[in-house]
């Protein structure tokens, strides 16, 4: 579905990052631990919420 805004675990904001997180990794090529590192996540369960994340909105929004 759609990233969350905030982490499940610690309630930090992760949301706002993750359009700039998707772009420098998959179209530019980037490390994705210096990704997260520059956007300043440095908390190991916000990353997770963002590495492990599964863009299913184009996927699933025929169904709703």
Do not use: S, W
Request: charged fraction near 35%.
């Amino acid at each position: 579905m759609m990233v969350p805004v905030r982490c499940f675990t610690c309630g930090n904001v992760i949301g706002e990052h993750y359009e700039e997180y998707k772009t420098r990794v998959e179209e530019e090529g980037e490390d994705a631990e210096d990704v997260l590192d520059d956007l300043g996540i440095e908390r190991y369960c916000c990353r997770r919420m963002l590495v492990t994340h599964k863009d299913l909105v184009d996927t699933v929004a025929p169904y709703q």
